[in-house]
């Protein structure tokens, strides 16, 4: 007989009636642009819509709700450095638990600022999560504190499988769930919960090229991560011991997405849906954006997990979008240094209908001929192909020019 598994659909119905009336139901749409772009039918659970910004709100209320009297007096301690930590700090400020929050000493201002401010004692200890997790250990025992695990805990991950619900209710003709993939919990109650309502549903899981952790254990091998990705919410090394028995079981597949497609995703939901995804919520639309032929004509079920991406991150990306669409480029002129010939580039451009966003002279840092200039020079066009017009307009008045997008 196989070992029994860590969590059952009716531990989601009863997390379900735990957190109702404090955790809110998020809306589920359909997207029909998206469709359009994709070739699949599309439809999104929108995680973000929680007050702290992501379905991290549904774990730890069921958590908390299974808390006995004592527990909550002797207050609670997690390790995060992101939603996890809000979500905590907030619900736990509001139930009036104490809370602790240990965050690696790297966490941005604003993520500890925020999760301060709800009310949690903030602790800043270690480089990593791992010895930030150490530290908050060391603290529970001292402290006699509950450690309020990100994913490895029934009752988290029975919490988090309350979307699947939700999702199923209101588009219950879904194929495909997509998924991402960190720790594990989320995936673990979404298909606990979605392969008992409709047992022959697919559910994908979604990784990064940078951080596919759970694919790795579950093959057997040891994987290399690296420490940059825009999906830093599921930037996990190490997948939880309970949650990959579940994924093991219950998870039909496990989709690993290039950086690029993350960052297509979290455009294309911006400019379409006019929503702020952050990129781990994103990965599950790039799985479907990496993988059209496969998804063409599935009823595709996207958790878009959580929007708390930083704004600066946010802003590259959407310009490292819009240059890859060739809506922003980057040329390199080489002109005459004599009075007029900026003058005259800017023209044909404007002549062309480019929008100059930015010029930088270069003469003293050019290997080019002394009374040469070199212009770099931003500019703004509808397509790749009105970018491809002001190329050639500049070319036709005997201008060399040099492209240097790096898309």
């Keep these: ?117 709800f009310g949690a004692n903030i602790v800043l200890e270690g480089e990593t999560l791992a010895e930030a997790t150490d530290a908050a250990n060391v603290i529970r025992d001292r402290e006699d504190q509950i450690f309020i695990h990100p994913y490895d805990d029934p009752l988290i991950m029975a919490g988090q499988g309350t979307a699947a619900i939700e999702f199923l209710e ?29 047992p022959n549903i697919k559910v994908y899981g979604v990784q990064t090229e940078s951080y596919p952790a759970m694919k790795a254990v579950l093959e057997g091998r040891e994987v290399e991560t690296v420490f940059q990705t825009i999906a830093e919410g599921i930037a996990v090394k190490k997948p939880g011991l309970l949650t990959r028995k579940v994924v093991k079981a219950l998870v039909d597949e496990i989709i690993i997405v290039p950086e690029s497609a993350i960052e297509k995703a979290v455009n294309l939901l911006m400019e379409v849906e006019k929503v702020v995804v952050e990129g781990a919520g994103a990965v599950p639309l790039a799985a479907i954006l990496d993988n059209q032929e496969r998804f063409a004509g599935r009823k595709a079920g996207l958790v878009l997990a959580g929007g708390n991406i930083d704004s600066r991150i946010l802003a590259s990306c959407l310009m490292r979008g819009l240059a890859r669409d060739g809506r922003i480029s980057r040329f390199k002129v080489t002109t005459l240094d004599q009075p007029g010939g900026l003058a005259k580039v800017i023209n044909i451009i404007a ?15 050019s290997p080019i001929a002394l ?22 307009a500049l070319e036709a008045e005997g201008f060399e020019v040099q492209q240097l997008n790096p898309f």
């Design 1 to 117: 007989m196989p070992d029994a598994l860590p969590i059952s659909y009716q531990d989601v119905l009863n997390a379900r009636e735990n957190i109702k009336g404090v955790v809110k139901e998020t809306p589920a749409i359909p997207s029909e642009t998206l469709s359009k772009v994709t070739g699949a039918d599309i439809y999104l659970k929108c995680e973000f819509f929680h007050f702290t910004g992501s379905f991290k709100e549904r774990g730890a209320v069921n958590r908390f709700f299974c808390l006995t009297d004592e527990e909550k007096k002797r207050g609670v301690i997690a390790a995060s450095a992101g939603n996890h930590a809000q979500a905590v700090a907030y619900h736990a400020g509001k139930l009036g638990i104490p809370a602790t929050i240990v965050m690696p000493v790297g966490t941005p201002f604003n993520k500890v600022k925020k999760t301060e401010e």
């Design 351 to 365: 002549r062309e209908r480019g929008s100059v966003v930015d010029v930088v002279h270069q003469r003293s840092f």
């Design 170 to 198: 209101t588009f219950p003709d879904l194929d495909c769930l997509l998924v991402p993939i960190g720790g594990g919990g989320l995936i673990s109650g979404i298909a606990t919960a979605a392969k008992a309502i409709k």
């Design 371 to 392: 009374k040469y200039t070199e212009l770099d020079i931003v500019v703004e066009t509808k397509d790749r192909q009105h970018m491809e017009r002001v190329i050639k």
